[in-house]
């Protein structure tokens, strides 16, 4: 079983940064792959970045160059650095494992880009 916990979202201008967290438990943590999604007004969830133990990651084109994935396995978490934010970047971002488990959502942080 995970649990996931995020924050670190906010209102930022564009072209700003956020760093995102996410705060797992469970045992397994370090062996699954995790991902970051987002949930925009009226749009589906998307994945936005993926990052497996072994240290690969990818992203979707939206984010690729702006956004980094890391994770530290010691302490449970993934993060997110976003970075040139832009307006379409507005949305709730969870994180979760990839494939994502349906009983793994958390609340999510909301980013709101926004000038």
């Known amino acids: 079983q995970v649990q996931l916990v995020e924050s670190g979202g906010g209102l930022v201008q564009p072209g700003g940064s956020l760093r995102l967290s996410c705060a797992a438990s469970g045992s397994t943590f370090s062996i699954r792959i995790m991902g970051w999604y987002r949930q ?35 302490k449970n978490t993934v993060y997110l650095q976003m970075n040139s934010l ?12 990839f494939p994502p488990g349906a009983g793994y959502w958390g609340q999510g942080t909301q980013v709101t880009v926004s000038s």
């Open 40 to 74: 925009a007004p009226g749009k589906q969830r998307e994945l936005v970045a993926r990052f497996s133990s072994s240290g690969s990651t990818g992203y979707a084109d939206s984010v690729k160059g702006r956004f980094t994935i890391s994770r530290d396995n010691a």
């Open 86 to 97: 832009r307006l379409e970047d507005t949305a709730v971002y969870f994180c979760n494992t």
